[in-house]
């Protein structure tokens, strides 16, 4: 019988992009879910990705992946929310700034999480993932309203484990940087990689790494994995 789908939000690039790739090239079926189409997307369908567009910046638009999702598969062996939007404070204060970090981040792994836990398990093991960020530890400056939403999101690991135990582990991982992105400045490069104890933006193959280690692991729930070069040691 085929193995259960694992599903990973906002994977058309980098991070998500990387962690589709490496569980296709180990035999594992996903479904993804894309906001913008790019070459990336049609690349998984080749590769026998189910690829369902979808933008989370609305609870009707969650509502409809949702709907999606269950039109394209019953079972599933992992979610993974990895959708995310990286927004910085507008130079006038915008309440949408705030709204849109709590919708993406925190609406909609709830909303997915409520509604398609019954897609999960049937007797095997089952994951929810939520990527959150290291600095929920320390917050932003220039990213208020983004960390506060991660930090929600962490809470959600927390009351979602409680929840869904013992049929769904439920856990996160906590990243600081991994990867530039293409036009960050030489400065700024360096400013981020003096800021952990390790120095250096890895690339996305540790996260990979951890979710793998999280998958495979029976017995953590409501973790919260930081994956941070040592930040916290600085
Ligand atoms: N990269 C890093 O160094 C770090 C990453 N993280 C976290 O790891 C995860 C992956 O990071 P990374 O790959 O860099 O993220 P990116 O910002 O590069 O990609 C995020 C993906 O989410 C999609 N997305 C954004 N907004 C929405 C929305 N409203 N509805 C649906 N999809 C949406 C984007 O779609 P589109 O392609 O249309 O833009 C994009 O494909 C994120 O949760 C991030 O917060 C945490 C700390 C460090
Ligand atoms: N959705 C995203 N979230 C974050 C990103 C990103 O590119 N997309 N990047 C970071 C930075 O790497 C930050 O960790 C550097 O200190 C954080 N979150």
Redesign the pocket.
């Known amino acids: 019988m085929q193995r259960a789908p694992i599903l990973i ?2 994977a ?5 992009l990387h962690c589709a790739e490496r569980l296709l090239d180990e035999g594992q079926p996903i479904i993804i ?4 189409e ?1 070459e990336a997307v049609q690349r998984l369908r080749q590769r026998g990705a189910i690829a369902l567009q ?4 609305s609870d009707q638009g969650v509502l409809d992946f949702i709907d999606a999702l269950k039109a394209s598969t019953d079972r599933l062996r992992a979610i993974v929310h ?5 927004m910085a404070e507008p130079c006038a204060p915008d309440p949408n700034t705030l709204h849109s970090m709590m919708q ?1 981040h925190v609406a909609a792994p709830y909303l997915i999480n409520l509604h398609c836990a019954d897609l999960l398990g049937h007797g095997g093991p089952a994951d929810i993932v939520h ?1 959150s ?2 600095v929920t530890r320390v917050g932003s400056a220039r990213h208020i309203a983004y960390a506060a939403s991660k930090a929600a999101l962490d809470n959600l690991t927390l009351s979602f484990a409680k929840r869904f135990a013992p049929g769904i582990k439920v856990n996160a991982i906590a ?5 530039f992105q293409p036009d960050d400045g030489q400065s700024y490069r360096r400013e981020a990689l003096a800021k952990s104890a390790l120095g250096i933006a890895p690339g996305f193959e540790v996260l990979y790494q951890t979710l793998r280690y999280l998958l495979d692991n029976p017995y953590i729930t409501g973790a919260i994995l930081p994956l941070n070069g040592g930040r916290h040691l600085i």
Do not use: K
């Open positions: 939000t906002g058309a690039r980098r991070a998500g879910s894309y906001r913008t790019r979808a933008d989370f910046a990895n959708a995310s939007d990286w993406v990527l960020d290291d990243p600081a940087l991994l990867e």
